[in-house]
């Protein structure tokens, strides 16, 4: 069985059922169903070789749902591409997976220009003669459901995490770990027909660990009529969204929205949040906001999205609220230091192992070894388990920052800051934010004799990196800490930024 065998027996199950509501109209199982099939069977006319990479670079529509289960009908390797990236970025992943077929919206042009790969246009084409979805699946129509045999070890996605400015790190997931993902997401929320699923964050990320579970349950994924929480909160409100996943930070705008109240949410149930940590005094007030619907899970890219989970019964015991919950199924979570097992209550780095952990990195084989040690994974992550089994993050080992529910490497931004001539050396760190969970910020060591302001190098690193990358602060430092051996102490300049917020805040 493969990941898309969801998908189809629930269409054949329930054929008339909803399986998408989007602004546009709703589309039944039946129909998603013989679209799936006949733009599946377009991608096999254009490259039939199996296992071949396809990029998909969209919004969250219809179109991309549709595109994504046809790229896994038949047989091929997902490669998503954030359309809030920059197109230097998306080079990078493309120029390393060498997809054949590139899926995109008209508007993600820019960034797609000059790469290689057979263009296919979501929505309305763009005007370099490409084809569109709508007129490939046309032609194929009544094509029947592609077949294909793959072990459970192929590459069923190929997602990126991190990187630096040489090679970007592609996770390789397999359809091992999309089938303990699909069976574990049911299990812990308990999916059913009447699910209504309101995709409220990218499908590009996290959200494409919901849809299959969902689709396999008979649910049904509602599609947001804009953009932004009041869109979201329009979803529950008039759509009956009954669960989401989201990053703490859309959920607290959901409670600032002017009116907002538990009402506007008459059908939620599930209230998954991820991607950054939540507070225990945050979790009170959501709580207190929406009633006893919270749920969070924690896993990585590279053991997407549920290698522990916290369920809504887990949170109403306050013991609980610094936790991110207890291990799924087929996984095991565990503490370790030095090569060896730490017994309850002891802090080291997290390590998992089981059917959800990824292969490893896209022709990183060396980085790979690296990460997987004798089966367990090595996550960077440090923090302890308790008696009950309950795990508790204490910090990572890495220096990856959590914003907004994005990944941000310290090493990323620190790049691009470097190439301004005026700074001479710089340090990025996050620190806790009340709405971004973390906020990336940065202290900059100036070239003797050189000038720039930090609205000068905050643009100077958005052109390069994006919004989600760019510092929100930058802390001047005349000379920055150093050890004796002259390596910039991070952890000086982060502790220095906390004490200016903490000073700020009580002046």
């Known amino acids: 069985m493969n990941p898309i065998d969801f998908f189809w027996r629930a269409a054949q199950r329930w054929p008339e059922r909803i399986a998408i509501d989007a602004p546009e109209g709703t589309l039944r199982y039946d129909a998603l169903a013989a679209w799936v099939s006949a733009f599946a069977a377009a991608l096999m006319e254009i490259d039939p070789e199996p296992q071949s990479r396809v990029a998909i670079c969209a919004g969250n529509s ?54 290689p790969g057979r263009r296919i246009y979501c929505g309305v084409a763009g005007n370099d003669g490409a084809p569109s979805m709508a007129a490939l699946s046309a032609r194929h129509a009544g094509a029947a459901r592609p077949s294909f045999t793959l072990p459970p070890e192929a590459t069923q996605a190929i997602k990126f995490t991190g990187g630096t400015t040489g090679l970007p790190k592609g996770v390789m997931q397999t359809y091992r770990a999309w089938m303990a993902n699909i069976s574990n997401q049911i299990h812990a929320w308990g999916f059913d027909e009447h699910e209504r699923y309101v995709v409220a964050a990218p499908i590009t990320h996290g959200t494409s660990t919901y849809l299959l ?111 991110v919950g207890r291990a799924t199924w087929f996984s095991d979570v565990a503490i ?7 017994p309850p209550g002891e802090v080291g780095e997290v390590v998992a192992r089981g ?39 204490k910090d990572r080992l890495k220096d990856l920052v959590i914003t907004g529910g994005f990944n941000v490497y310290p090493v990323d931004v620190e790049n691009a800051l470097g190439q301004h001539p005026a700074v001479h050396e710089c340090a990025v760190f996050g620190i806790p934010d009340d709405k971004w969970g973390e906020a990336v910020q940065a202290a900059v060591q100036l070239r003797p004799g050189w000038q720039a302001n930090q609205a000068e190098l905050i643009a100077f690193v958005r052109e390069r990196l994006g919004p989600v990358q760019t510092p929100k602060l930058i802390h001047f430092h005349d000379s920055l800490p150093r050890s004796p051996v002259g390596k910039v102490l991070k952890s000086a300049v982060r502790a220095q930024a906390l004490a200016a917020a903490d000073a700020a805040t009580t002046s």
């Open 355 to 393: 059917d959800l952990l990824m292969s490893g990195y896209w022709r990183l084989p060396g980085m790979t070894a690296e990460t997987i040690v004798e089966g367990w994974l090595h996550t960077g992550d440090r923090g302890l388990i308790d008696e009950r089994g309950y795990l508790y993050l």
């Open 336 to 342: 370790m230091a030095g090569g060896q097992l730490l």
């Open 213 to 323: 579970p969902i689709l396999a349950q008979g649910g049904c994924h509602v599609l947001l009529a804009g953009a932004g929480a009041e869109a979201v909160r329009a979803a529950f409100q008039h759509k009956g969204g009954t669960v989401s996943f989201m990053p703490p930070t859309l959920v607290y705008m959901l409670m600032a929205l002017p009116g907002a109240s538990r009402a506007d949410f008459p059908k939620l149930r599930r209230l998954i949040y991820g991607g950054a940590p939540m507070p225990p005094e945050k979790i009170r007030e959501v709580r207190s906001f929406f009633g006893p619907v919270l749920g969070t899970t924690y896993g990585q890219t590279e053991a997407p999205q549920i290698l522990t989970v916290m369920r809504p019964e887990d949170f109403e015991d306050e013991r609980n609220w610094a936790a």
């Open 62 to 115: 219809s179109e991309h749902i549709a595109a994504l289960l046809a790229v896994l009908a038949c047989g091929k390797t997902w490669v998503p591409l954030n359309p809030k990236s920059t197109a230097p970025e998306i080079r990078r992943i493309i120029d390393a997976t060498e997809p054949s077929i590139l899926i995109l919206d008209a508007d993600c042009a820019n960034l797609l220009a000059g790469a």
